[in-house]
């Protein structure tokens, strides 16, 4: 049976990893947030367990999915997913910070205490062992992966289908010989590729051999997960839960956090400048060691970002030499770039992406000009 990656080092379950005003035990693998218990799954501790024993490091998304879910094919559906709940369990504090199209880190300073006596008391006594430091604002999260997964054990029986309004879902349930469950179950949800508007979900218990796929004709909706959840809560015979509730809930608190930071975003603006050169000077192909190539090009009257075939951004002027992006894909979000001019030639020689604050201004992309 799969069982949760050990991220311990030496005697590190000795130790009382201390931030913000939140604790995690390694003993009791417990986190207490302003001294109390907090009920959270398994995998968003290991996720923390793992971001704490990097703290002050951003760790890539490939590194996060491999340490948290080890020998598992899962995709950052599964990451982001693990991120909210621990945020929400944190209390929505700036604790765990997005680095734009790279990865975690934890954004707080971090002090890893050791226990004099290893006890059953909820506070013991300690040593500090370390205090790395870290930024305390988190950045931005608009960074998807979203490869096609296929797994050729999983055999798929039709479940039927669902309407909701314009919304149709058809939901698969794959059941094998059902082991006894001995511990914890824990879950993958693997999001194939989206194709023209429709989308699918599939996530796996695979202590418990079940499998659930279901699909949409509907992109950035939430009821694939509410679904997937409902199914596994009967199927466990678990406490039934309004998911759709949930989900709702938290969707209201994403908009308004949203909402409150595209208004301070706007109170910053230096309003009335315009671009110092015409639009057709800033196009051209750019190119990062890390991000690879960039292209900019005019496009009916306004500059258009392309990453990729599939990313492409049209940018709005928004003060001096910085322009906003908006992603055709709105799953993307909204970023910000700034044109370099060489002070003599008065020529753009770079394009870099404008960190939100809080952001480390080294994990953010700079296109150097090739043509």
């Not at 992006?325 to 001019?341: A, E, M, N, P, Y």
């Not at 809080?358 to 992309?365: A, C, F, R």
Request: net charge negative; aromatic share 8%.
């Amino acid at each position: 049976m799969p069982t949760s990656p050990d991220f311990r080092v030496s005697d590190s379950n000795e130790d009382v990893w201390q931030f913000a005003d939140c604790e995690f035990d390694d003993l009791r693998y417990e986190l207490r947030v302003g001294g109390q218990p907090v009920e959270i799954e398994r995998k968003p501790l290991d996720l923390l367990r793992y971001l704490l024993s990097k703290s002050g490091a951003v760790v890539k998304k490939e590194e996060l999915l491999e340490a948290v879910w080890p020998g598992v094919l899962v995709v950052d559906a599964s990451l982001a997913t693990a991120v909210s709940k621990l945020r929400k369990a944190l209390g929505d504090q700036e604790v765990i910070q997005t680095v734009s199209r790279v990865g975690y880190r934890i954004a707080v300073p971090v002090s890893r205490v050791r226990r004099a006596n290893i006890t059953d008391d909820l506070a013991p006594s300690a040593t500090v062992v370390s205090t790395p430091e870290a930024s305390s604002s988190p950045g931005p999260q608009r960074t998807r992966r979203l490869p096609f997964l296929q797994s050729s054990w999983l055999l798929w029986a039709s479940l039927g289908g669902v309407v909701v309004a314009a919304l149709v879902i058809g939901a698969v349930i794959i059941r094998f010989k059902k082991p006894p469950a001995a511990q914890p179950v824990s879950l993958a949800i693997l999001p194939f590729q989206n194709v023209s508007g429709m989308s699918s979900m599939v996530g796996l218990l695979p202590e418990e051999r079940l499998g659930v796929v279901v699909l949409s004709n509907m992109e950035g909706q939430a009821l694939r997960e509410s679904l997937m959840y409902w199914i596994f809560d009967r199927y466990l015979g678990a406490p039934m839960k309004d998911w759709n509730a949930e989900t709702l809930a938290e969707q209201r608190r994403n908009d308004a956090a949203d909402a409150k930071r595209e208004r301070e975003i706007e109170a910053k603006r230096v309003k009335g400048t315009k671009p110092p050169l015409a639009l057709d000077a800033y196009a051209g192909t750019y190119e990062d060691s890390l991000y690879g190539p960039a292209t900019v090009r005019v496009e009916n009257g306004h500059l258009v970002l392309e990453l990729t075939p599939k990313t492409a951004g049209d940018m709005e002027h928004w003060q001096y030499d910085t322009f906003r992006v908006t992603w055709r894909d709105h799953r993307d979000g909204k970023s910000f770039v700034q044109f370099d001019l060489d002070p003599v030639t008065a020529k753009v020689v770079t394009m870099r992406q404008i960190p939100d604050p809080g952001e480390p201004v080294e994990q953010v992309p700079v296109w150097v000009r090739v043509n």
